[in-house]
């Protein structure tokens, strides 16, 4: 199992930017995908971006795209989602999420969470 926790939420403007980082407990989260998905006010858990494993490749989530980025730095054991262009509707509860291999970002995949990092948009 490993421990993420993630860090970098707040309150901003809408128009504004944050970035979120996750920091893993082991050296092998760098052999793993990581995934950000975010929970907003009454509604489901949903995909945001993910990094595969050595960085090899990215996905986003449509709303995401052009917006956000995700990265890793995997001698830090961290991986970042930078957020720009923010508005109210991108408010919600953000987890970082490590997946069972690689170069899989199923849902169910999902192995470890961490407890999330609450970003808050402001009109």
């Known amino acids: 199992q490993v421990q993420l926790v993630e860090s970098g939420g707040g309150l901003v403007q809408a128009g504004g930017s944050l970035r979120l980082s996750c920091v893993a407990s082991?050296?092998?989260?760098?052999?793993?995908?990581v995934g950000w998905l975010r929970q907003g006010p009454g509604k489901e858990r949903e995909f945001v971006a993910a990094?595969?494993?050595?960085?090899?490749?990215?996905y986003y989530a449509d709303f995401a795209r052009g917006r956000f980025t995700v990265s890793r730095d995997n001698a830090k054991n961290t991986v970042y989602l930078q957020m720009n262009s923010l508005s109210p509707e991108d408010t919600a509860i953000y987890f970082c999420?490590?997946?069972?291999?690689?170069?899989?970002?199923?849902?169910?995949?999902?192995?470890?969470w961490g407890q999330g990092t609450q970003v808050t948009v402001s009109s």
């Open positions: 082991r050296r092998s989260f760098s052999d793993y995908a």
């Open positions: 999420a490590r997946y069972n291999s690689p170069s899989s970002t199923s849902y169910e995949s999902i192995t470890d």
């Open positions: 990094v595969l494993g050595r960085a090899t490749k990215t």
